[in-house]
């Protein structure tokens, strides 16, 4: 914090309806154990990732889970403004780990407990290791995430998701009542986010600039991004095309490999982290936005956040053909049929890119529908009524306030 943006807006919301907020996170680098930003209290504590296999994430969150717990034992008995006990507290997800911590305020004082389903922690685990959800016997982790799902949702005193998708999962999924899960969408703050000067320097003596922007994962198909462009340069001779990409994660490294592998060093430029000024910046002079998550049970019920701030910034979208994606997007996107083989996906991506960056009509008009679904009915000042709604409902603010 404050680099997740939705949190971040969750949070201004609050602190603006007279709520006061403290939020426990881990570190970034450089970052204070404790500082107040913009009147939030943040408490942060070291992180511990020690790698991508099954058993490391399992130490992960053990680890996690403790450091939250005695984080927010120091907010409760020794923070500032917030030295007392908690109205609510809200958990983000993944993982599905802080239900027994919400049971235990809820014992002590009465908190009530709000969870904001950002993540299908079943699904992301299959999208990366397996275990079909379908199959007659999912594999025991599967299960096990199945579980801490269930008991997050009905610990929760409301579950706040992010699309339709999700609010039925946590009604017909975990058996919550559709009167306590509301949809508050991630919606982009467009003020903020809107395309302003553009910088020539950013596509690097190149013609066109297509952006990423977010986590590199596994499930997020970065590498689509780079294998497209390897087709788009030696098989398409097409020179003219920059890519940057924005963010990490944990195939970071790999991407790198691969772009050098692929010999792709003066087309494909990775960012990593990169300060809002600079993101800006790219998302001013980007010609198109590239949303290359491939079609898996997480990502097709998924809201992109990358797709709307795309959007935000009036770039059009090249997007494989995921059912929440056309609810985000609808007319501002171009939209691939997965068709379960990698190799032909991926030169599709490619030629739809191509095909974009070549009409130029079409990029204008996509960009305006974009910018007008954004300011007109997926903004955050839209989404921010449904959250402060669920808090006045749970903990409404007395004349003292909370």
Same mark, same amino acid.
């Given at each position: 914090? %404050?680099?997740?943006?939705? +949190?971040?807006?969750?949070?201004?919301?609050? *602190?603006?309806?007279?709520?006061? +907020?403290?939020v426990v996170c881990p570190k970034g680098k450089g970052d204070p154990a404790y500082e107040v930003v913009d009147g939030v209290e943040l408490y942060k504590y070291q992180p511990y990732a020690p790698g991508g296999s099954k058993l490391s994430f399992v130490a992960e969150y053990?680890?996690?889970?403790?450091? *939250?717990?005695?984080q927010a034992l120091k907010a409760r008995v020794r923070g500032g403004p917030l030295r007392g006990r908690f109205d609510v507290m809200q958990a983000c997800n993944p993982?599905? $780990? !802080?239900?027994?911590? @919400? $049971?235990? !305020?809820?014992?002590?004082?009465?908190?009530? !407990? +709000?969870?904001?389903?950002?993540?299908?922690? %079943?699904?992301?685990?299959?999208?990366?290791?397996?275990?079909?959800?379908?199959?007659?016997? %999912?594999?025991? %982790?599967?299960?096990?995430?199945?579980?801490?799902?269930?008991? *997050?949702?009905? *610990?929760?005193?409301h579950v706040i998701s992010t699309n339709e998708s999700y609010r039925q999962i946590a009604i017909e999924r975990s058996g919550k009542d559709p009167a306590d899960v509301t949809v508050v969408r991630t919606g982009p703050d467009p003020v903020k986010l809107r395309r302003g000067e553009p910088d020539e320097g950013q596509k690097r003596n190149h013609k066109y600039l297509a952006a990423y922007i977010g986590v590199m994962g596994p499930q997020d198909g970065v590498d689509v991004v780079v294998? @497209?462009?390897?087709? $788009?340069?030696?098989?398409l001779v097409r020179e003219d095309i920059a890519f940057t990409l924005i963010g990490k994660g944990d195939c970071f490294d790999e991407l790198v490999a691969l772009r050098d592998e692929l010999k792709l060093e003066g087309h494909v430029e990775f960012t990593g982290r990169a300060p809002d000024e600079l993101v800006k910046k790219v998302m001013s002079t980007a010609d198109i936005g590239l949303s290359p998550d491939p079609m898996n049970p997480l990502n097709d019920v998924s809201t992109m956040n990358k797709t709307m701030e795309y959007m935000a910034f009036q770039l059009p979208v090249v997007a494989f053909d995921l059912r929440e994606t056309r609810v985000s997007a609808a007319d501002a996107a171009v939209y691939v049929k997965p068709t379960g083989d990698a190799a032909q996906d991926v030169r599709d991506y490619a030629q739809a890119i191509v095909d974009l960056v070549d009409d130029q009509a079409l990029r204008t008009r996509m960009g305006q529908l974009g910018r007008a679904r954004v300011e007109e009915e997926l903004a955050w000042p839209y989404q921010e009524k449904a959250y402060l709604g669920v808090y006045n409902r749970l903990a409404p603010i007395g004349p003292k306030g909370k």
């Open positions: 914090m %404050p680099f997740d943006r939705r +949190v971040w807006l969750e949070c201004r919301a609050l *602190t603006g309806a007279g709520y006061r +907020v403290a053990a680890y996690s889970f403790a450091a *939250t717990a005695w993982p599905d $780990i !802080f239900w027994p911590l @919400a $049971i235990a !305020f809820k014992a002590l004082e009465r908190t009530r !407990f +709000v969870f904001d389903h950002h993540d299908l922690s %079943p699904e992301l685990f299959e999208s990366r290791f397996g275990g079909r959800s379908d199959s007659p016997r %999912p594999s025991l %982790p599967y299960q096990g995430l199945r579980f801490l799902e269930r008991r *997050t949702h009905r *610990t929760a005193d294998r @497209a462009a390897d087709v $788009i340069v030696h098989d």
